[in-house]
């Protein structure tokens, strides 16, 4: 499997296939490289070079038991971007992978980046605070971790089958994705996935998402579950530089999977505006 080494010794696995301008897709919790199948497959296709990584802790990646924070993460990626000499690069990332996409560029800089787009993404900040009123109190993720701690396997079918596609609204889970779901959480490790709640849910992303200049497209539902849209999207896209908000309805967080032709269609229109 290609892997890359960090500073730390941490093996990071990736994907790179095709050539072309290169589209760089960042993972959500608790997930894998795995869950952009249907984005790698649709822009390869269209003459992209498309490459994904497991994220530290998460697939097949080393389950190291440090480094679950974003500053790591976009180390990481930077880790992976210099390796394959990546220019030119859009970088596209959902959920925590939006977080680590904004905190990557912030703190890597610009000279690799074309354009980038977040997707049902944790930016500017999940958690409630005097500053924050919109997010979710903490005890939610204490919550979440509790849940995980006591049991992960039921947890990631429960969530799975739950609000992360909606499927408690609609009434027809898709055991398919549902399988698929809890087979790319439980290949990752425990402690990884412990620590990033804290990572996506307590990091503020509101300085980075200041510092970014190239365009972003900030993609959000109204309807998502895990990530308030009132909480994000809409305060993401105010806060960059040259942001474009595009709004959804009825569509869950997990729609790069279950809406794949929309959010497709509409990030080729971006990548070639």
């Known amino acids: 499997m290609p892997t890359i080494s960090t500073k730390d010794g941490t093996k990071i696995y990736y994907k790179d296939w095709g050539q072309g301008q290169p589209i760089v897709f960042s993972h959500g919790w608790p997930l894998s490289a795995d869950d952009w199948d249907a984005q790698m497959l649709f822009f390869l296709n269209r003459g992209y070079r498309v490459i994904a990584h497991d994220r530290r802790g998460h697939g097949r990646s080393s389950q190291v038991a440090d480094g679950h924070d974003m500053n790591h993460y976009a180390d990481d990626l930077a880790e992976v971007t210099a390796h394959l000499d990546l220019k030119n690069a859009v ?65 990631y079918r429960n969530l799975a089958a739950g609000p992360f596609y909606n499927f408690n609204k609609t009434g027809k889970p898709s055991e398919a994705i549902v399988e698929n779901w809890w087979r790319q959480g439980m290949t990752g490790g425990a402690k ?45 896209a105010k806060l960059l530089k040259n942001g474009t908000l595009k709004t959804y309805k009825g569509f869950p ?4 999977t279950t809406q794949a032709e929309t959010v497709n269609a509409d990030l080729l229109a971006f990548l070639k505006t």
């Open 192 to 236: 990884a996935h412990y620590d990033g709640i804290v990572a996506f849910s307590q990091t503020d992303f509101t300085e980075d998402l200041k510092k970014i200049n190239v365009p972003v497209l900030v993609m959000h539902s109204e309807d998502d579950q895990i990530v308030p849209y009132v909480a994000s999207g809409p305060l993401s």
């Open 253 to 256: 967080h997990g729609m790069i």
């Open 91 to 155: 970088h596209i990332g959902h959920s925590t992978g939006g977080g680590e996409v904004v905190h990557y560029i912030a703190r890597h800089g610009e000279t690799r980046v074309a354009k980038a787009a977040i997707i049902s993404a944790v930016p500017p900040l999940m958690l409630q605070t005097p500053n924050n009123p919109k997010g979710l109190p903490k005890k939610v993720f204490d919550g979440l971790q509790a849940a995980l701690a006591a049991g992960r396997s039921e947890f």
